[in-house]
């Protein structure tokens, strides 16, 4: 079995896919080509945005749009302690410290009374000036969009959505990857929607940011890359990579997200009133980057994990540690208070394998693993 199972998805691409390519490979267009700016606006359109400019990586999309936003030395960036560590990491590349806010035990995300906190702290102590909130889509699921919006226009911060993991999930019927002044995603393969290598892309509203994005992405470019007029840096999406996400895009809309929401439910199912399930709040969806369960203690969750893994089914920890937990960020600047959430959950959580070719006969054997585990 396969946590995510990408030999199956492209067991049913196959012909459209090795299409795409081989026609990337007759023309020999590899950089820019045409079916970048193609893929570009049927990201735009599909996000619900003005503008969008892939890029090599989600971490790229994050430094690149904090650069955009002119976020850097003395500026304190609000992020939440429970993460993949490119979210803070982007921050400290940029050369502003990262704070480090505990998140919600349901929803995962960033725990808007703690951030309030935060920022207080952070303003009473004077040092650093706050400049941006960088709220993660986690496991596939927007953060409190409106709590966090409230926050950062009564304290004049700029949102930086991290939808890495949210693609594909919505807000009152408004997709993830629309919600921030800027937006980013992530086309790592193990992602909702992920390419055959690294690849990313920002979203913005804003004329002014979507010029400043185009020309950061190609060494700080002016009329053209060898005129610069600012630093910038070399992060494209290459072209095949571009034509591998229009094939899964497509497959993303027709029936991918759909059958995601079938299996959530499955598990939801099987699991529900046994072990925590994933919270959705009213009025959002998920796109289940991942579907994962929260157990009393990390003595049950550590024996669900071996039962499942002698029976052959794969799970994986997200997360191990949190930032504050980083060794990096020992010795890097960075700032946090009450994290105990976050620090209690790297004990308890553990991922089940998501995708959408799983079966019901496999969830269903699943569960009956999990609970076998849990001595149930
Ligand atoms: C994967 C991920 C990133 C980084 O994306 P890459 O394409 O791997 O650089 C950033 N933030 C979050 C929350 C992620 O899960």
């Known amino acids: 079995m396969e946590f995510i199972d990408l030999k199956a998805q492209y067991a049913k691409l196959k012909p459209e896919m090795d299409a795409a390519i081989q026609a990337v490979l007759n023309k020999s267009n590899y950089i820019s080509g045409e079916e970048v700016e193609l893929l570009e606006k049927e990201l735009a359109e599909y996000v619900g945005a003005k503008y969008c400019v892939t890029c090599a ?33 982007s921050v400290s590349l940029v050369g502003a410290v990262p704070v480090f806010v505990d998140i919600d035990e349901n929803t995962f995300n960033i725990d808007p009374v703690k951030l309030d906190a935060a920022i207080k702290n952070i303003q009473r102590e004077n040092k650093l000036k706050p400049k941006a909130i960088i709220p993660v889509d ?19 911060l700029l949102i930086l959505e991290d939808g890495a993991q949210g693609f594909g999930g919505e807000y009152n019927r408004k997709k993830a990857c629309s919600f921030g002044d800027i937006s980013i995603t992530s086309f790592f393969p193990a992602k909702p929607l992920g390419c055959y290598g690294d690849g990313g892309a920002i979203f913005t509203n804003s004329g002014e940011y979507y010029k400043t994005l185009l020309s950061l992405r190609v060494h700080g470019k002016g009329k053209d890359k060898y005129d610069n007029i600012r630093i910038g840096t070399n992060s494209r999406l290459d072209t095949i990579q571009a034509a591998v996400l229009q094939v899964k895009l497509k497959a993303f ?64 920890i997200y997360y191990h540690k949190t930032m504050h937990q980083q060794t990096a960020y020992q010795a890097s600047p960075c700032k946090f208070y009450d994290v105990s959430v976050s620090e209690s ?6 991922c089940l394998p998501m995708h959408p070719y799983l079966d019901e006969a496999t969830i269903k054997k699943i569960c009956e693993t999990v609970m076998k585990g849990m001595g149930a």
């Open 57 to 89: 990586n989600g971490t790229d999309a994050l430094v690149l749009a904090l650069k955009t936003m002119d976020i850097g030395e003395g500026d304190a960036v609000f992020v939440p302690n429970y993460t993949f560590f490119a979210t803070p990491e």
């Open 138 to 156: 986690l496991f596939g699921l927007l953060y409190d969009v409106t709590a966090i919006a409230k926050i950062a226009r009564d304290n004049n």
């Open 253 to 316: 809309k027709d029936y991918e997200l759909t059958k995601r929401h079938e299996v959530a439910a499955l598990y939801d199912k099987y699991l529900s009133g046994k072990v925590k399930i994933p919270t959705i709040p009213k009025n959002y969806t998920s796109s289940y980057a991942q579907y994962t369960v929260t157990f009393k203690d990390e003595k049950t969750r550590n024996k669900v994990e071996q039962t499942l893994k002698s029976n052959g089914i794969p799970t994986i």
């Open 345 to 350: 959950l790297t004990k308890k959580v553990l």
